[in-house]
């Protein structure tokens, strides 16, 4: 069993480095070119079943690549819920609440880092049920967080684990163990 991430491509959300979860942001002309791009780097691969985000940043990534027709969505795969911090950087909220971190504190009106975990446990448990092939095209903080839940690292682990847009990342075994094989993979010139 192999699960391959595929964060979505770039946004200008994503480029301003403005937190975005469940806003329907477009991929930019930068986010097209990386996913038919992706494409190009995934067509010597075959996969048994391929899901993606029902947001169209993921799902769009997922058709230029050329796995549109295959993908099916998958509301699990959503991004994390920022609440009122949607659309903010970083500074922006801390401004407002000093010393904030995501993976400690959460988003009002939003989630926690345990609540992706919960929503990602069943579908994770799916996509790695069988010794097959999985394409997954989704969100950089819940394939971080589902990546240290396969991993069972404690979840603010996945603080760690940084994810480029059009970045592939591939889960899987190492003597029956869950591993990295590998992490945050983009093209050089990104």
Do not use: K
Not at 10 to 17: M, N, P, S
Not at 57 to 84: K, M, Q
Request: charged letters at 30%; proline letters at 6%; aromatic letters at 8%.
């Amino acid at each position: 069993m192999r699960l391959w991430l595929v964060r979505h491509g770039e946004t200008v959300w994503a480029r301003e480095r403005r937190h975005t979860g469940r806003t329907d942001v477009p991929l930019s002309p930068e986010g097209e070119h990386q996913a038919r791009r992706l494409g190009v780097r995934l067509a010597r691969e075959r996969f048994d079943r391929v899901f993606t985000s029902p947001l169209s940043r993921a799902s769009e990534t997922a058709r230029l690549a050329g796995f549109g027709a295959r993908a099916l969505p998958r509301d699990e795969l959503l991004e994390f819920d920022y609440g009122e911090y949607e659309g903010l950087t970083t500074p922006q909220i801390r401004a407002r609440r000093p010393g904030w971190d995501l993976f400690r504190d959460g988003c009002p009106g939003g989630e926690t880092v345990a609540a992706v975990a919960e929503r990602v446990r069943p579908f994770l448990a799916e996509a790695t049920d069988a010794d097959e092939e999985v394409l997954v095209f989704g969100h950089g903080h819940t394939l971080r967080i589902m990546t240290a839940t396969y991993l069972g690292l404690p979840l603010d682990a996945a603080r760690h684990l940084f994810l480029l847009t059009a970045s592939l990342s591939v889960l899987g075994t190492e003597h029956e163990w869950p591993a990295l094989h590998r992490w945050n993979d983009c093209e050089p010139d990104q």
